[in-house]
T-cell receptor, first 117, second 114 residues
Framework: NAGVMQNPRHLVRRRGQEARLRCSPM?????VYWYRQLPEEGLKFMVY????????ESGMPKERFSAEFPKEGPSILRIQQVVRGDSAAYFC???????????????FGPGTRLTVL | KQEVTQIPAALSVPEGENLVLNCSFTDSAIYNLQWFRQDPGKGLTSLLLIQSSQREQTSGRLNASLDKSSGRSTLYIAASQPGDSATYLCAVLYSGAGSYQLTFGKGTKLSVIP
């Protein structure tokens, strides 16, 4: 059973370009979470999605950032018009669901390290 | 708002020593608490997960405890080894208002000296 997959592992963009980060959850998992780790900072929650639904986006910056988790395919975190302050490690996690108490553990992917030049 | 604090921020110990890492959280309405390990430039490795109804979990040389009422958790590492050198992160899954986000502490950077 493959773990959470993220690609690319490293991404370099120039200011003003778009960044697309992909996350494939573990098999059987229908919940996806995105977290951001800025240099020398802790991980911060960004968004929580289920298939075709955004459940909680309270951690997402108001502009330029969007996320989706379509019925088919990976979850995508999209950053438009990137700025140097977007340089960070972006981690995706998945879980089977949260309705069953024992299934609320989140499993993390290896992360995508975004560098904005 | 849930806040997680980890003390100390950094710790250096000689090989073979037992050690304790501390984590505190402000809101006791949690589903669970997880301890992770993060190596430089790498992802997160889950070490232990304690459900809110549990008091402790053990895995090999690691033991994690949870006191939900006081908002505290400890990670005990026995007989430390140089390979244990990493940053250890504590995270709580908050159960308030339908939000299932993990709130992380900033971590304790552990160095085990051979």
């Amino acid at each position: 059973n493959a773990g959470v997959m993220q690609n690319p592992r490293h991404l370099v963009r120039r200011r003003g370009q778009e960044a697309r980060l992909r996350c494939s959850p573990m098999k059987g998992h229908s919940h996806v979470y995105w977290y951001r780790q800025l240099p020398e900072e802790g991980l911060k929650f960004m968004v929580y999605l289920q298939k075709e639904n955004i459940i909680d986006e309270s951690g997402m910056p108001k502009e330029r950032f969007s996320a989706e988790f379509p019925k088919e395919g990976p979850s995508i975190l999209r950053i438009q018009q990137v700025v140097r302050g977007d340089s960070a490690a972006y981690f995706c996690a998945s879980s089977p669901g949260v309705r069953v108490r024992s299934s609320n553990e989140q499993f993390f992917g290896p992360g995508t390290r975004l560098t904005v030049l | 708002k849930q806040e997680v604090t980890q003390i100390p921020a950094a710790l250096s110990v000689p090989e073979g020593e037992n050690l304790v890492l501390n984590c505190s959280f402000t809101d006791s309405a949690i589903y669970n608490l997880q301890w992770f390990r993060q190596d430089p430039g790498k992802g997160l490795t889950s070490l232990l997960l304690i459900q809110s109804s549990q008091r402790e979990q053990t895995s090999g040389r690691l033991n994690a405890s949870l006191d939900k009422s006081s908002g505290r958790s400890t990670l005990y590492i026995a007989a430390s080894q140089p390979g244990d050198s990493a940053t250890y992160l504590c995270a709580v899954l908050y159960s308030g208002a339908g939000s299932y986000q993990l709130t992380f502490g900033k971590g304790t950077k552990l160095s085990v000296i051979p």
